[in-house]
């Protein structure tokens, strides 16, 4: 039997329902909301540091010493801007980007587009499996088994069932990349050279030659990808941001493209102490073997422990970025909330990329480590025409109205990026065209 | 967004996740078909073609060289 008393600290304690919490102050709230909206943000930008970016920061840390850190410090801004776009898209229409296009350009554009972001998406996933076989075979694991459990692995990920389980485990496997800092720091930097050549750009020895232009546009390429286009915007909707979870949402992105550009600083660090001992390498894998002998075997785990949680990251990301983006043009069910009876198709999809870069990974002799800047600059290639497309969308006034759709401001600074894309790509056409336009090395 | 003030209690407030939240009516690009051809959109897809074809092309070409199909490397 209820007491009076009994029945008054009942009512005064609060039902727990699933979603909702309580906040004392203003500021409270502000941290819980946001506490609830980050996600999407933090895990496009980390999860892009992936294998090839690990490749691509390393050696331009050992080719290049520190030289090349104030590429990292221009492209902070140039991430924030293009996927705030994305964001800012995804909650104004909740829906992802390849539904997008292919509804306001048409069905050639749409397919066009999904197709581009399939090839380059597999090509990628290839390089990601692969760093995880070069890995986890120093560490002594076959690839015959380290490759086809970590597509098992990758596929349980996400097979659960809910969007939040699997964004958990996500952002914890970005936080585990805060080590990078410890082993930049192990390495022992040279603290001040790194913050002026952040700071200040500067030439290396020998000038401009093909591999400095071809490491630039691979830096590009690896830093600001076509997936991470489609993947934001889908991850957005998918989390079903409401419009006043905007300002949280750019605020999760410039979070994580921060975090991102500060990791792979980090990872260029790495790459300068090889640059120091004049130690040549084709792979982080080799560089963590080499760095071993004069840092201790930590140094060589942390190395290829990270580098199998940058291929994790990416390959979880990008898989859906494609699954998604083939969902939403489908029209098929396409929703981590769903499960795999719910959604088949849109886990098929996944599930096929994953275990056909797994495949593709396993036969003997694959030019591996050409394939992973190769994708670099493939991808530096094509995303001067996905940003073209984002930039139309978001001055599409009839669909976005004036709330969502660019400022003035916004136009001048992304007309400015897409020109400095494109010319990137001239130039990489231009050594294309005229090899000894600059000298090879 | 419902961040309501709670009834009786001035200083708290119920902060909803976005998942548990009630449906927005967002922007519906379904009964708009697709964008008007205006001038700067019909530029900018233009040019895109013409950018997409040199470039793969180019990028064709730079393959073949790298994988030595025209007999000698350029470099």
């Known amino acids: ?75 902070l801004p140039i991430c924030y801007f293009i996927q ?72 349980a990920l996400v097979a659960t069932g809910s969007y939040l389980r699997w964004e958990r485990i996500v952002i914890t496997l970005c936080l585990i990349d805060v080590a990078w800092f410890a082993l930049s720091a192990i390495v022992g930097p040279r603290w001040g050279a790194a913050a002026f050549n952040a700071v200040v750009p500067s030439m290396p020895k020998g000038g401009i030659t093909t591999s400095l232009v071809f490491l630039v546009i691979a830096i590009v390429g690896t830093t600001i990808a076509p997936w991470q286009l489609f993947f934001q915007q889908s991850c957005v909707a998918d989390k079903k941001l409401r419009f006043a979870d905007l300002k949280w949402a750019r605020l999760d992105t410039f979070i994580g493209a921060c975090f991102t550009i500060l990791v792979a600083g980090a990872m260029m660090l790495v790459g300068d102490a090889a640059f120091r001992h004049g130690l040549k390498f084709s792979d982080p894998a080799q560089m963590a073997s080499d760095l071993a002998g004069i840092y201790g075997p930590f140094l060589r785990n942390g190395i290829l422990l990270l580098f199998v949680n940058a291929a994790v990251l990416g390959t979880t990301a990008i898989s859906l970025s494609s699954a998604w983006a083939y969902g939403e043009v489908k029209q098929w069910p396409h929703s981590l909330h769903k499960s795999v009876i719910e959604a088949p198709g849109f886990y098929a999809v996944y599930a096929l990329c ?69 010319a990137l790509s001239l130039v990489l056409a231009a050594q294309v065209v005229l090899p000894n336009l600059v000298p090879a090395t | 967004m419902q961040q309501v003030l709670l009834p009786n209690n001035v200083n708290r407030f119920e902060v909803v996740h976005p998942i548990y939240d009630a449906p927005e009516l967002k922007c519906d690009p379904s009964d708009l078909g697709p964008m008007k051809m205006s001038k700067s959109v019909r530029f900018s897809l233009l040019a895109l073609r013409g950018y997409l074809a040199v470039m793969g092309l180019m990028l064709g070409y730079h393959m073949l060289d790298l994988a030595g199909a025209f007999g000698t490397h350029l470099k």
């Open chain 1, 84 to 155: 705030e776009m994305v964001a800012r898209l995804g909650i104004a229409t909740g829906q992802g980007h390849a539904a997008m296009i292919y509804q306001r350009f048409g069905k050639w554009w749409g397919v066009f587009s999904l197709l581009d972001l399939q090839l380059v998406n597999f090509l990628t996933l290839v390089t990601e499996f692969a760093a995880i076989s070069l890995a986890l075979s120093k560490m002594g694991v076959s690839p015959y088994i380290s490759v086809p459990s970590a597509a098992v692995g990758l596929i």
């Open chain 1, 354 to 422: 994953v275990f056909a870069a797994a495949g593709v990974v396993l036969i003997p002799r694959a030019p591996l480590p050409l394939i992973i800047l190769g994708v670099q600059v493939l991808a530096g290639l094509i995303l001067p025409s996905a940003v073209i497309f984002l930039q139309l969308l978001l001055n599409d006034r009839e669909l976005l109205g004036e709330r969502f759709s660019n400022k003035p401001w916004n136009n001048y600074v992304n007309w400015t990026i897409i020109v400095l894309l494109f």
């Open chain 1, 1 to 75: 039997m209820l007491t009076r008393d009994r029945v008054v600290r009942l009512r005064e304690t609060p039902v727990p329902v699933p979603g909702r919490r309580v906040a004392r102050s203003p500021r409270a709230r502000s941290f819980l909301t946001f506490m609830m909206v980050m996600g999407p943000g933090l895990i496009v930008m980390e999860a892009d540091n992936d294998a090839g970016a690990v490749q691509t920061y390393t050696q331009a840390g050992a080719q290049y010493g520190l030289h090349l850190l104030w590429v990292l410090l221009l492209l």
